[in-house]
Antibody, heavy 124, light 112 residues
Framework: QVQLVESGGAVVQTGMSLRLSCAAS????????VHWVRQAPGKGLEWVSF????????HYVDSVKGRFTISRDNSEDTLYLLMDSLKPDDTALYYC?????????????????WGRGTMVIVSS | QSVLTQPPSVSGAPGQRVTISCTGG?????????VHWYQQVPGTPPKLLIY???NRPSGVPARFSGSKSGTSASLAITGLQAEDEADYYC????????????FGGGTKLTVL
């Protein structure tokens, strides 16, 4: 079954760190770029970060640059998001999302496979 | 404030045609970047509806179509059905402020 399953969400205090994981199955994880997209309660979608299929290319939204680090382990079919210095504005459901095409370029990102998300709540 | 602007809400009766606009600018659509559309039923993850302006993934009904002209794009839904009630998001790529993937603010479709 082709799927992405996120984990690691929790309730934390401002300034703390958290690592999210996303386990991929049912497809060749190592040939797809993957992203994190978040959605604050009752709000719209916000792209957070991208990592290329081989981990050589990474991008972040300005609001998390310097605080979040995306990484992947293709031998374990797993995507990670290390979140440091968390702020209340980071409170959201975090989705792991796969690119539509294999070996796709960052500039043509299309999200065709979504996990169910993992909730991060940052209390002040 | 989203780089891509969508109306907060639209509505239509069953069987009718509705359109959802997505207004961009010179740093996204004007640069030639494509538009993609997602449907999100509350409580579930988004689903890819249209990619590359007007391409439907397998399983998406032909009632859904997209278009783009200049710095604006739109999603059209014909033969509106109750199950189409959901939030719809447009998405593209923007080269301003460091560049990145961008979403519209989302449009709530109500089927009357």
């Amino acid at each position: 079954q082709v799927q992405l399953v996120e984990s690691g969400g929790a309730v934390v205090q401002t300034g703390m760190s958290l690592r999210l994981s996303c386990a991929a199955s049912g497809f060749t994880f190592s040939t797809y770029g993957v992203h994190w997209v978040r959605q604050a309660p009752g709000k719209g979608l916000e792209w957070v970060s991208f990592i290329s299929y081989d981990g050589s290319n990474k991008h972040y939204v300005d609001s998390v640059k310097g605080r979040f680090t995306i990484s992947r382990d293709n031998s374990e079919d797993t995507l990670y998001l290390l979140m440091d210095s968390l702020k209340p504005d980071d409170t959201a459901l975090y989705y792991c999302v796969r690119d539509y095409v294999e070996f796709g370029d960052y500039g043509i990102s299309v999200f065709d496979l979504w996990g169910r998300g993992t909730m991060v709540i940052v209390s002040s | 404030q989203s780089v891509l602007t969508q109306p907060p809400s639209v509505s239509g009766a069953p069987g009718q045609r509705v359109t959802i606009s997505c207004t961009g600018g010179n740093s996204n659509f004007g640069e030639g970047y494509d538009v993609h559309w997602y449907q999100q039923v509350p409580g579930t993850p988004p689903k890819l509806l249209i990619y590359g302006t007007n391409n439907r993934p397998s399983g998406v009904p032909a009632r859904f179509s997209g278009s783009k002209s200049g710095t604006s794009a739109s999603l059209a839904i014909t033969g509106l059905q109750a199950e189409d009630e959901a939030d719809y998001y447009c998405q593209s790529f923007d080269i301003s402020t460091g560049g990145g993937v961008v979403f519209g603010g989302g449009t709530k479709l109500t089927v009357l």
